[in-house]
């Protein structure tokens, strides 16, 4: 069974740094891009930031360029986001996504539970 827990969410400061984790399970993790999205309470979904497979390409929303950064250690199955220059606009349920290929693509078929990240204002 696939599993992906999510961690290192909490309470930040504006300008402040967290780093959010995803230990995945259950499939050959090297061989799917991942995903971390957010979902903020009155506002749809977004896209966060996704990783190629192999950790050689990555994608990010405008709205978190130049702050956040992926990356993925494979020998440890697990995914991070690194989250720098915190705003409160950041705030939000942060989910890791399995994709379905190699490369990053607008459909995940997996989802964690998520990790609440809150930036004080």
């Known amino acids: 069974q696939v599993q992906l827990v999510e961690s290192g969410g909490g309470l930040a400061q504006p300008g402040g740094s967290l780093t959010l984790s995803c230990a995945a399970s259950g499939f050959t993790f090297s061989s799917y891009a991942m995903t971390w999205a957010r979902q903020a309470p009155g506002k749809g979904l977004e896209w966060v930031s996704c990783i190629y497979s192999d950790g050689t390409d990555t994608i990010y929303a405008d709205s978190v360029k130049g702050r956040f950064t992926i990356s993925r250690d494979n020998a440890r199955d697990t995914v991070y986001l690194q989250m720098n220059s915190l705003k409160p606009e950041d705030t939000a349920l942060y989910s890791c996504?399995?994709?379905?290929?190699?490369?990053?693509?607008?459909?995940?078929?997996?989802w964690g539970q998520g990790t609440q990240v809150t930036v004080s204002s």
């Open positions: 996504v399995k994709g379905p290929y190699y490369y990053c693509s607008d459909y995940g078929d997996y």
